[in-house]
């Protein structure tokens, strides 16, 4: 995916956009939000996903229909980038970020229903809604056992995900550390398969800094 080589039709004023967000940003996270020049097209990206902006999205090259699997390595601040465009209430930045090993946490005290808890929410009458997640540090977690059998958490999720996605258009955002042969070794070539048609791929450069130093 790269930057717009020319000038093109938006439905944003980014000019005004992309100051908005660093201040806000910078609010939120208690510190100046700074974008390296390398991140740029990611941000850029990123925001107009949130903001439905076809008209970017159709130059960029991805789909608003699917959601986002934000890769990079350790510390490029992926995690924190998801966190503040939630806080920012943009047109569809409504979803809940929860840490992938937190899920597998959930599931090692509840059992099962933490499989349907994320695939489903329910509301004060008891009908189930569903519910957009970003699940964090895909492939931190582990295979865990519940009463002696081994299951794939998080491989159980995204398989329960990608089916409301092809029934009822629900996002879903991750972000890993994982490449895509390694995401095959962790959740199989059936779940990779899946996970190309659920969403589009933003990525920092390998050298992008560790922005918690």
Same mark, same amino acid.
């Given at each position: 995916?790269?930057?717009?080589?020319?000038?093109?039709?938006?439905?944003?004023?980014?000019?005004?956009?992309?100051?908005?967000?660093?201040?806000?940003?910078?609010?939120?996270?208690?510190?100046?939000?700074?974008?390296?020049?390398?991140?740029?097209?990611?941000?850029?990206?990123?925001?107009?996903?949130?903001?439905?902006?076809?008209?970017?999205?159709?130059?960029?090259?991805?789909?608003? !229909?699917?959601?986002? /699997?934000?890769?990079?390595?350790?510390?490029?601040?992926?995690?924190?980038?998801?966190?503040?465009?939630?806080?920012?209430? /943009?047109?569809?930045?409504?979803?809940?970020?929860?840490?992938?090993?937190?899920?597998?946490?959930?599931?090692?005290?509840?059992?099962?229903?933490?499989?349907?808890?994320?695939?489903?929410?329910?509301?004060?009458? !008891?009908?189930?809604?569903?519910?957009?997640?970003?699940?964090?540090?895909?492939?931190?977690?582990?295979?865990?056992?519940?009463?002696? !059998?081994?299951?794939?958490?998080?491989?159980?999720?995204? /398989?329960?995900?990608?089916?409301?996605?092809?029934?009822?258009?629900?996002?879903?955002?991750?972000?890993?550390?994982?490449?895509?042969?390694?995401?095959?070794?962790?959740?199989?070539?059936?779940?990779?398969?899946?996970?190309?048609?659920?969403?589009?791929?933003?990525?920092?450069?390998?050298?992008?800094?560790?922005?918690?130093?």
């Amino acid at each position: 995916m790269n930057l717009p080589t020319k000038t093109i039709e938006t439905r944003y004023d980014y000019y005004k956009v992309i100051p908005w967000f660093i201040k806000n940003a910078s609010k939120i996270i208690g510190r100046e939000y700074v974008i390296p020049s390398s991140e740029r097209a990611i941000v850029f990206a990123m925001l107009a996903w949130m903001l439905r902006d076809d008209l970017v999205a159709d130059e960029m090259g991805f789909d608003l !229909n699917k959601g986002i /699997l934000l890769t990079g390595p350790i510390g490029c601040g992926k995690t924190t980038l998801f966190k503040i465009l939630k806080e920012c209430k /943009l047109n569809k930045s409504d979803f809940e970020v929860i840490s992938s090993r937190q899920v597998v946490s959930e599931f090692l005290k509840d059992g099962f229903d933490i499989i349907d808890k994320y695939s489903f929410t329910t509301n004060g009458n !008891n009908l189930r809604n569903i519910k957009s997640f970003c699940f964090d540090d895909l492939g931190t977690e582990k295979i865990t056992k519940y009463f002696g !059998n081994d299951c794939n958490v998080m491989g159980e999720i995204l /398989l329960s995900r990608y089916e409301l996605f092809k029934q009822k258009n629900t996002i879903t955002h991750i972000t890993t550390n994982l490449s895509a042969k390694e995401i095959e070794t962790l959740y199989g070539k059936r779940i990779r398969s899946r996970m190309r048609e659920m969403f589009n791929l933003f990525g920092y450069e390998e050298s992008s800094e560790d922005k918690r130093k």
